[in-house]
């Protein structure tokens, strides 16, 4: 149990379709983080929300949308991806201006 | 332009030897580097870190060593047990590079009994 929560585990969707990641954190912290982790790579940040203030990342396309309700929970909205889209997406939590980043278990994707 | 890197993809040592995984950063600014440790299909977990005024901070079978004027910090592990296998992430932090955490490539270790 590490105090982020990632629903689902799985997820296969088709192109066309419209799903939402689910990220909850049990910590009392204040910064929330989607990462993509894909093959061979670094893991890429995606979006930030410090103090609920969301730090953008113009790198991402806009097929990926974030929302954050309140400091304990994170979506990340998806629509019309693309194969090269699948990767484990990670949710992560921290204390602002802290070390340490708490991550949860992700979300394998698979588009298809 | 990748901040923190991890050269060595790979890694395999015998049970009982030490493990030594290397990173190296550009920034300067960086201000805490921190290592995680990833099983398959979990999210990584964290296992130890060092602040930039430091060169070495050790907890348990875990040293990592800082050389600042180098830019490198290395993991070290000893003696390895073969509940190390895993992917080993090196990460970077600091007050003025935006409350993101910079992460390596990952480097796989496989401790052989």
């Known amino acids: 149990e590490t105090g982020v929560t990632q629903t689902p585990r799985h997820l296969v969707m088709g192109m066309t379709n419209k799903k939402s990641l689910k990220c909850e954190q049990h910590l009392g912290h204040n910064a929330m983080y989607w990462y993509k982790q894909s093959a061979k790579k670094p893991l890429e940040l995606m979006f930030v929300y410090s103090l609920e203030e969301r730090v953008e990342n113009n790198s991402v396309p806009s097929r990926f949308s974030p929302e954050c309700p309140n400091s304990s929970h994170l979506f990340l909205h998806l629509h019309t991806l693309q194969p090269e889209d699948s990767a484990l997406y990670l949710c992560a939590s921290s204390q602002a201006s802290n070390t340490e980043a708490f991550f949860g278990q992700g979300t394998r994707l698979t588009v298809v | 332009d990748q901040q923190v890197k991890q050269n060595s993809p790979s890694l395999s040592v015998q049970e009982g030897r030490i493990s030594i995984l290397n990173c190296d950063y550009t920034n300067s600014m960086f201000d805490y580097f921190l290592w995680y440790k990833k099983y398959p299909a979990e999210g990584p977990t964290f296992l130890i870190s060092i602040s930039s005024i430091k060169d070495k901070n050790e907890d348990g079978r875990f040293t990592v060593f800082l050389n600042k004027s180098a830019k490198h910090p290395s993991l070290h592990i000893v003696p390895s047990q073969p509940g190390d296998s895993a992917v080993y992430f090196c990460?970077?932090?600091?007050?003025?590079?935006?409350?993101?955490?910079?992460f390596g490539t990952g480097t796989s270790l496989t401790v052989i009994p």
């Open positions: 990460a970077a932090w600091g007050l003025n590079t935006g409350n993101q955490f910079y």
